[in-house]
């Protein structure tokens, strides 16, 4: 049970992240910055993320439900609104988004991908608002009537580019990318999405592709779905309570995905008190190895070892890559999994390694002990100057799943999600409840 002094602690550090989506964004259309270097773009899934996280400012007295309205339309009217073709500086195409967009013109930055996993981040949250703002009044009518189309627009069978599992996405130069979403990762919530939609949904075997690809291993005494960075078995729990809930892969495993990413925040912890690298600072409550920003790309002599040192990469375990930076972010994403090692780790990060002390918006995204960082430095050690929208919305939404589960409940209500699990196969939990609903129509 947490003491009064850890509730404190984590209701101050939700409020201060939630001021991320306050403070880093444009009210003309709703648009959040991906990272608060300066000229740096909007990230439509750290606006999505912010989507599902105005219900929960809403629900704790940070921002009042009509400011939350007014922002939630300003950004559903500007995508619903926004170019949608093959034009090289649209806002997106066929539904889906351009990973970074301008944060003043919403305009494709960076000649980067049309993001489906992006886009499918974007569209939770404005299922998400939609779910929450129920009243009858013309604004929040109007919050269900965008989110509802905006998800309806997107043709996710396109999306497939004639294959069984689905791309990670398209550009207008060069077509569709060779990747495709394979292998356990955040994609769970993507065939979800993707199967539920009445309008244009993914292949009914889709599904099956995708699990077909996955690596069930047994690592530091767990058996586990395996992917190394943690945030892969974070990001669909964010919206899904899996708790229960079982497709045909998990039924043979006799497991589901929640207690799946317990057993992976366990390996996290193990292995950061194993330390096979030797890094500085792992132990029992100093974890959480995932894909963040680092202080490389370098390479350091450090008491007589070369260590080589990375910028923003997927970082993972057991195999790597594995450069000595954490992410304090991910450890609270795990909050809702594992309680029991996640709330001391939290507390060292705030009280022995006061990585939220002078920070505007919670924890920063990553340290290193063992970099030393800029001569500068107070900490002695690397630590990123930057926050990312992707890295506060998890910690708002995963301190508050553990608490009171309001995004959870919120999307139980949306028939999308529900029917996309029933396509995937799912069984128990709290799906048992709509077992008997017909699928959504158009």
Request: proline residues 7%; contains cysteine.
């Amino acid at each position: 049970m947490s003491t009064f002094a850890e509730r404190d602690d984590l209701a101050t550090l939700q409020r201060e992240t939630f001021n991320y989506f306050i403070h880093e964004a444009n009210p003309a259309n709703g648009l959040i910055l991906d990272k608060t270097e300066a000229n740096w773009p909007a990230s439509i899934a750290a606006t999505g993320l912010a989507l599902a996280c105005y219900p929960v400012g809403v629900e704790r007295g940070f921002i009042s439900r009509s400011a939350a309205v007014e922002r939630i339309l300003a950004t559903l009217r500007f995508f619903w609104n926004s170019p949608q073709g093959l034009e090289p500086d649209a806002t997106g195409y066929r539904g889906f988004y351009y990973h970074f967009l301008d944060m003043q013109t919403g305009r494709r930055a960076w000649r980067c991908e049309l993001s489906t996993i992006d886009s499918t981040f974007l569209l939770a949250g404005a299922l998400a608002s939609a779910a929450f703002f129920d009243a009858k009044t013309p604004a929040e009518t109007e919050i269900r009537t965008l989110a509802h189309g905006l998800y309806r627009r997107a043709d996710w069978h396109w999306a497939q580019d004639g294959g069984e599992t689905v791309t990670h996405g398209w550009t207008p130069e060069r077509g569709f990318l060779t990747h495709r979403w394979e292998g356990y990762d955040e994609a769970l919530l993507l065939y979800v999405l993707g199967l539920g939609s009445p309008t244009y949904p993914l292949s009914p075997n889709s599904y099956t592709a995708w699990t077909a690809t996955f690596r069930w291993e047994h690592c530091y005494g767990y058996d586990y779905l395996y992917a190394g960075p943690l945030f892969i078995h974070q990001l669909s729990h964010v919206w899904i309570d899996f708790r229960g809930l079982q497709d045909p892969f998990m039924r043979s495993k006799s497991s589901d995905y929640f207690e799946n990413s317990r057993r992976a925040t366990y390996v996290q912890q193990r292995y950061a008190i194993d330390n096979p690298r030797g890094f500085a600072g792992y132990g029992e409550h100093c974890w959480g190895i995932t894909a963040s920003e680092g202080p490389g790309p370098s390479t350091l002599e450090l008491n007589g070892i070369e260590r080589s040192f990375e910028d923003y990469v997927a970082r993972g375990i057991p195999y790597g890559p594995d450069d000595g930076t954490l992410a304090p972010w991910a450890v609270v994403a795990s909050l809702p999994f594992a309680p029991e090692i996640v709330r001391p780790a939290i507390d060292f990060c705030i009280h022995q390694a006061k990585l939220k002390a002078n920070n505007a918006y919670g924890f920063k995204a990553a340290f290193n002990p063992t970099h030393p960082g800029t001569p500068s430095n107070t900490y002695g050690w690397w630590v990123s100057p930057w926050h990312f929208g992707l890295n506060e919305g998890p910690v708002v939404l995963m301190i508050e799943n553990e608490s009171s589960g309001l995004l959870w409940r919120l999307m139980r209500s949306c028939p999308y999600i529900r029917s996309g699990l029933q396509r995937a196969g799912f069984k128990g939990g709290w799906l048992e409840q709509f077992s008997r609903e017909s699928p959504p129509t158009a």
